[in-house]
C-alpha cells in the first residue's frame, strides 16, 4: 500500500510539473507582432471599438484584451517551446448571420492547417476558443503565423477575434523565465502545493495507522506469552484440615515432568 501511495505522489508531482511549465502570451504581449499597415486594432474596456460587428466582453477576454480584424491581415508569435495553442473569442451570429471564421497557419514558414468554423458560426459568445494546437515541436525557438483567410481562397477574410496563445516553454517551474512581465502568467503556485502536501498527508497517515497496528500486535504477543508463562507454573492443591487425601499432591512443571 505504501508503495502504491509513493508511486502515485510521484506522478502527481510530476504532472504539476509538466503543468507548471506551461506559460500563458496574452495578445498584448511582445511576442504577438501585428504589422502596421494591416487591420488588426487592439482593445479592451478601456479603448473599445465602437464601430466593430464583434463587441465580446471584456471581462471574459483574457486580460480584457483581444485584437480584432476584418480584413486580409496576419499576427505573429516569436516563441521557444515544444507546443503552441492559440485561442480566440468567437462571437455569435452578426446581424446578417453571415459569420463564419476561416483561419490559416504557417509554422516556420511552413504551411500548418487551417481552421474552418462550423457554418453560422457560434450561436453566442464562446471565449478561450481554440483554433489552432500543436505539440511535439523540437525545444527552440519557432514563429508561428495566424490568418484570417484559408490557404485556398486567400480573398475571403473572416472577423478575427485573437485572445491569447499557451506555450510548453520546455523549463521546469523553478528555471527563471526570460519574459517576467504582467502578460506572462505561470500556473498558480497552489497548483503545485496542494497536491504535494495532500500526498504526504496520506502518507503520513498510513505511516502512522502502521505504526498504531504494530504496537497493538506487540502488545497482544507480551499478553499472550504471559498467560503461557502463568499456566505453566508448578501447581499443588493442600490437603483441607481434615480430610485426608488419597494420593500425594502431583506436581507439574514447564519441562513435562509429573511425579505421583
Known sequence: MLFI?????????STVAVRAMKVIIDDSDPRWTYPPN????????QSPCTVCRSQPDPTLAMQGTWHDCTDAA???LNFTGTAVTVYAICPGPHDDG????????????SSNGTFLDK????????????VYSIKGLELGPHMLEVTNVPHDDPLNSSDLLLDYATIDDGRSSSAPHPHSNTNTKHVNIAAIVVPIVLVLAIIASLVAVRFIRHRVRRRDAHARRGKQQLSGTAVHRPTTLGERSSRPPSYYSNQGFSSS
Not at 501511495?5 to 508531482?13: G, M
Not at 457554418?119 to 481554440?130: I, L, M, R
Request: aromatic share 16%; net charge neutral.
Open 119 to 130: 457554418q453560422g458560426g457560434c450561436d453566442s459568445y464562446v471565449y478561450n476558443y481554440t
Open 38 to 45: 494591416q487591420s488588426f486594432g487592439a482593445y479592451s474596456q
Open 98 to 109: 453571415s459569420y463564419s471564421a476561416k483561419l490559416s497557419f504557417r509554422l516556420d514558414g
Open 74 to 76: 496576419t499576427a505573429t
Open 5 to 13: 501511495v509513493l508511486s502515485t505522489a510521484v506522478a502527481a508531482i
